[in-house]
């Protein structure tokens, strides 16, 4: 039971933080708009910048609340195809946790309570810690712009001249907006989670809204380098110390804000 309290309490020095208060959504049109058998130019420049984004690096500023609990905190990310790597940063010292992926096996280390999750699926991991069940590459392609990273489109309606709302042949919705002469996404919708592109620093998203069921969460994407030099093997190098003792998904889950 000690061990218990004293892991839930270190994810709670990464979760609780000052109230946020919820982002307002994007407003997106209303009604079944028309059928629009051209967009795709419209939907293929929508894509072409985020689509170009292979690596990213940054920091993630996270503020709102998962299962009730509020969440406020600083997290260091790397992204790749097919990988990544998150370091939770802590008021001082050492790192509240880092998550490697490559592929779909997923290392979590909490090293001040000497715990670790090991090959475990990283939508599991990122799903317990804040409750976001994204892969890897889907994660890089929210921030980076495009809601999904496979999303070929099937169809499209239009509202007026300046607003497409695109259905993506595996489920869901991204929509798409003209800013000025060039199309934009602002938002998706697809499996249970909505996100909404609530700020741009040029081209590329400043602060991304991600929302589900007890889930409302803004990721502030601060100096973000795009395509910089990032080896993979670098990237997912965890070195595990010894006498680190086994963590499953299941107690991660309780001592993390979905467990709270």
């Given at each position: ?15 609780i933080?000052s ?12 009604g ?27 920091e ?9 609990q ?30 490697v ?25 990122l ?51 003209r ?21 741009f ?27 910089g030099?990032l080896?993979?093997d ?27």
């Amino acid at each position: 039971m000690a061990e218990k309290n004293k892991l839930a309490l270190s994810i709670l020095l990464f979760t609780i933080g000052s109230s946020a208060c919820g982002t307002p959504r994007v407003s997106l049109p209303a009604g079944p708009g028309t059928p629009a058998p051209d967009f795709a130019p419209a939907y293929a420049e929508s894509r072409k910048t985020c689509e170009g984004v292979r690596t990213l690096q940054g920091e993630l500023g996270l503020s709102g609340r998962a299962a009730g609990q509020r969440m406020r905190g600083r997290v260091l990310a790397g992204l790749v195809p097919g990988a990544l790597r998150l370091e939770g940063v802590a008021p001082f010292g050492a790192p509240v946790f880092i998550l490697v992926a490559d592929g779909d096996r997923g290392t979590l280390l909490l090293s001040r309570e000497r715990r670790v999750v090991r090959d475990a699926s990283p939508e599991e991991i990122l799903n317990a810690l804040v409750g976001i069940r994204l892969s890897p590459d889907d994660l890089r392609a929210v921030l980076a712009g495009c809601v999904k990273s496979a999303a070929e489109a099937s169809s499209a309606r239009a509202f007026g001249d300046d607003w497409l709302a695109v259905e993506l042949a595996a489920g869901g919705t991204v929509y798409l907006r003209r800013v000025a002469t060039v199309w934009r996404i602002v938002a998706g919708r697809y499996g249970g989670l909505e996100i909404d592109y609530a700020a741009f620093a040029g081209d590329r998203p400043s602060r991304v809204v991600l929302r589900g069921k007890d889930l409302d969460l803004a990721l502030a994407v601060n100096g973000a380098e795009i395509n910089g030099d990032l080896p993979r093997d670098q990237l997912v190098a965890l070195k595990i110390p010894d006498g680190v003792a086994p963590l499953s998904i299941e107690e991660l889950r309780k001592a993390g804000p979905l467990g709270q």
